[in-house]
């Protein structure tokens, strides 16, 4: 098995030409020729992820977030990413990153937040073409209060606490999502006909909605850390034989804390 057998599964179910022009979703250490005896999947690429798939005799390692993501200037041990490169490469770990492209497909990122929510008729909120796209929206399987509905969304997502913005008047019946950082996508949220927008890394002022309209942060990793297990369903579908495994430490790889 090499690398290059692991990834064509990955990019026939997120294909490469679909990723963002700022992003670096693909291989990012490593040749497609290199043998993998085992596939270790995480969300981020951290050191203690690398030091995870050395412990587990994983050469591949998978994530959504790349490793190198803007310009490297500098590799040293003294940073996170330096490090990982650094851990990464000396033990001879393939890392590759499946991002915007697990983003734009229905049966990715945010697809996997509608199913979640047990959404029905769902479709790309923010289409480009053949079903393609950022986002999701679909309708719940029942209209409900707004408060019911945010405790329906902590449900879903093992949450304690979602910042919200000010609950609605009105039942909530059709919700659009995006995973990671959707502030870009609130405009076409509205557009869909939604009453609520799920997302992460909303600022201040755009709590400020119409009347009709709501918005609920429920943070960057909570929205998209299930693409892990989509992932490991992909691979271990294609592989059923094969080492593929997720982090044993998923549950804690949130770089968030809440207090």
């Not at 064509?8 to 005896?37: K, T």
Request: glycine fraction near 10%.
């Amino acid at each position: 098995m090499t690398v290059r057998d692991i990834t064509s599964v990955i990019e026939d179910f997120a294909p490469l030409s679909i990723q963002e022009g700022w992003d670096n979703s693909g291989l990012v250490i490593g040749s497609p020729e290199q043998e993998v005896h085992g596939v270790l999947i995480g969300f981020d690429c951290t050191p203690e992820l690398i030091d995870e798939a050395v412990s587990c005799g994983a050469d591949l390692v998978v994530t959504h977030h790349p490793l190198i993501f803007g310009g490297v200037k500098r590799i040293s041990p003294d940073a996170p990413t330096g490090l990982a490169i650094i851990k990464a490469v000396s033990a001879g770990i393939a890392v590759y990153a499946a991002h915007t492209t697990a983003d734009k497909v229905l049966a990715g990122v945010s697809g996997a937040m509608a199913r979640r929510l047990h959404l029905e008729d769902i479709k790309v909120l923010d289409e480009e073409g053949d079903g393609i796209g950022l986002g999701a929206v679909g309708n719940l399987p029942r209209p409900m209060s707004s408060g019911e509905f945010i405790d329906y969304v902590k449900s879903c997502f093992g949450l304690s606490v979602a910042r919200c913005s000010r609950p609605l008047d009105i039942p909530v019946s059709r919700v659009a999502m995006c995973g990671g950082s959707g502030s870009s996508l609130i405009g076409k949220a509205m557009e869909s006909g939604a009453q609520a927008y799920i997302c992460g890394d909303i600022s201040y002022h755009h709590f400020f909605t119409p009347k009709d309209f709501m918005l609920i942060d429920i943070g960057h990793f909570e929205g998209e850390v299930e693409i892990c297990q989509v992932l490991f369903t992909l691979l271990r579908k294609n592989f059923p034989t094969f080492a593929v495994r997720t982090s044993a430490k998923l549950d804690s790889a949130n770089p968030v804390f809440y207090y």
